[in-house]
């Protein structure tokens, strides 16, 4: 309901953080080319508006990725923005749904729930179908039900 018909999760997921990295039309996907030519799949890629000529950005991975990481890092380009974020510990709740095209407040509904449930999000990225929400994963069962309840779904 509401335009979600779907709500699930992923655990043990990593995310990678690259403040103040170079911006150029070319900067990003140099970045993510190092990991895929380490095979490592990345998703919930987020991208900051520009600051001056720098960026932030950030990706996420299974944490089972975690030394194909650490190994694609050293290639590359030193001196490009600060040294990378790795953290891991979250879990992605994604909502999905066909209708969400057409629905009105769909993130504002989902927002509100977790909030009053008192659960942080640390990173969003939306398509016209879903929306990736990461988060703490001790708070995954929550989140689960406070959008379940929210959405009737």
Same mark, same amino acid.
């Given at each position: 309901?509401y335009g979600v018909?779907?709500?699930?999760?992923?655990?043990?997921?990593?995310?990678?953080?690259?403040? %103040?990295?170079?911006?150029?039309?070319?900067?990003?996907? $140099?970045?993510?080319?190092?990991?895929?030519?380490?095979?490592?799949?990345? %998703?919930?890629i987020s991208?900051?508006?520009?600051?001056?000529?720098?960026?932030?950005? /950030?990706?996420?991975?299974?944490?089972?990725?975690?030394?194909?990481?650490?190994?694609?890092?050293?290639?590359l380009?030193?001196? %490009?923005?600060?040294?990378?974020?790795i953290?891991?510990?979250?879990? $992605?709740?994604?909502?999905?749904? $066909?209708?969400?095209?057409? /629905?009105?407040?769909?993130?504002?509904?989902a927002?509100?729930?977790?909030?009053?449930?008192?659960?942080?999000?640390?990173?969003?990225?939306? /398509?016209d179908?879903?929306? /990736?929400?990461?988060?703490?994963?001790? %708070?995954?069962d929550?989140?689960?039900?406070?959008?379940?309840?929210?959405?009737?779904v």
């Open positions: 309901m018909s779907q709500i699930h999760s992923e655990q043990n997921i990593m995310l990678i953080t690259f403040p %103040d990295a170079s911006y150029s039309p070319a900067g990003l996907a $140099k970045h993510l080319q190092v990991f895929a030519d380490m095979h490592i799949v990345v %998703d919930m991208q900051s508006a520009p600051h001056g000529t720098q960026i932030d950005f /950030s990706f996420t991975t299974g944490d089972e990725n975690f030394s194909a990481v650490m190994k694609a890092l050293p290639t380009k030193a001196g %490009d923005g600060t040294a990378p974020l953290s891991s510990g979250y879990s $992605k709740v994604n909502l999905y749904g $066909k209708e969400m095209v057409t /629905s009105c407040g769909v993130a504002a509904r927002l509100h729930a977790l909030a009053v449930a008192g659960i942080d999000i640390t990173l969003i990225t939306t /398509s179908l879903d929306i /990736s929400l990461l988060l703490r994963s001790e %708070d995954e929550t989140a689960l039900a406070a959008l379940k309840e929210a959405f009737a």
